[in-house]
T-cell receptor
Framework: AQSVTQLDSQVPVFEEAPVELRCNYS??????LFWYVQYPNQGLQLLLK??????LVKGINGFEAEFNKSQTSFHLRKPSVHISDTAEYFC??????????????FGTGTRLTVIP | DSGVTQTPKHLITATGQRVTLRCSPR?????VYWYQQSLDQGLQFLIQ???????AKGNILERFSAQQFPDLHSELNLSSLELGDSALYFC?????????????FGPGTRLTVL
């Protein structure tokens, strides 16, 4: 099975400052990678995904992530955060390329708190 | 709004009881996935159905079962409930196709076992 490690459980950052949320995965085969956001009392919303091609992926709300195969990482970044970015962020991996199954394996989440 | 609906939003029950959670996928989606989000285990994949057939199984307990009906809605049945089953249960759906298709998540059902 795949595994995903989110190194930081909580990240506080001041408004308009840059932020990076770290994600590492373990896999010996090609995978698909995702970042989801969960606002309080809501379901998960896809921020961005890496399936193939360019290693720099741009998503919604100004977020981007870079796929680094050699370091098995997929860190999420935003150059300037807003109060509304306060939420829980989940990194996820799918090994659909190997198994044909579409299910996702999630990390433990990073709570981003934007401080005014 | 993702287009995936889940009922009920909240469910409070006692240990030993049985409950049924319901999910309606987005129009046109054939796949339904169930996930459990708990403080202990985080977000875990439980099971996937595709057009009525079980497609993949994750960390689903034997006390839990699911099915997908001809109208494509799905139900997750949890029986002999224990305190540790208290969690947020998400359903997601995705479109048919050979390439990876994005999963759209419902708002979840919060289950509290007392």
């Amino acid at each position: 099975a795949q595994s995903v490690t989110q190194l930081d459980s909580q990240v506080p950052v001041f408004e308009e400052a840059p932020v990076e949320l770290r994600c590492n995965y373990s896999s010996s085969v090609s995978v698909y990678l995702f970042w989801y956001v969960q606002y309080p009392n809501q379901g998960l919303q896809l921020l961005l995904k890496y399936l193939s091609g360019s290693t720099l992926v741009k998503g919604i709300n100004g977020f981007e992530a870079e796929f680094n195969k050699s370091q098995t990482s997929f860190h999420l970044r935003k150059p300037s955060v807003h109060i509304s970015d306060t939420a829980e962020y989940f990194c996820a991996v799918s090994d659909a390329l190997r198994t044909g199954a579409n299910n996702l394996f999630f990390g433990t989440g990073t709570r981003l708190t934007v401080i005014p | 709004d993702s287009g995936v609906t889940q009922t009920p939003k909240h469910l409070i029950t006692a240990t030993g009881q049985r409950v049924t959670l319901r999910c309606s996928p987005r129009s046109g989606d054939l796949s339904v996935y169930w996930y459990q989000q708990s403080l202990d285990q985080g977000l875990q994949f439980l099971i996937q159905y595709y057009n009525g057939e079980e497609r993949a199984k994750g960390n689903i307990l034997e006390r839990f079962s699911a099915q997908q009906f001809p109208d494509l809605h799905s139900e997750l049945n949890l029986s002999s409930l224990e305190l540790g089953d208290s969690a947020l249960y998400f359903c997601a759906s995705s479109a048919p196709g050979t390439q990876y298709n994005e999963q759209f998540f419902g708002p979840g059902t919060r289950l509290t076992v007392l």
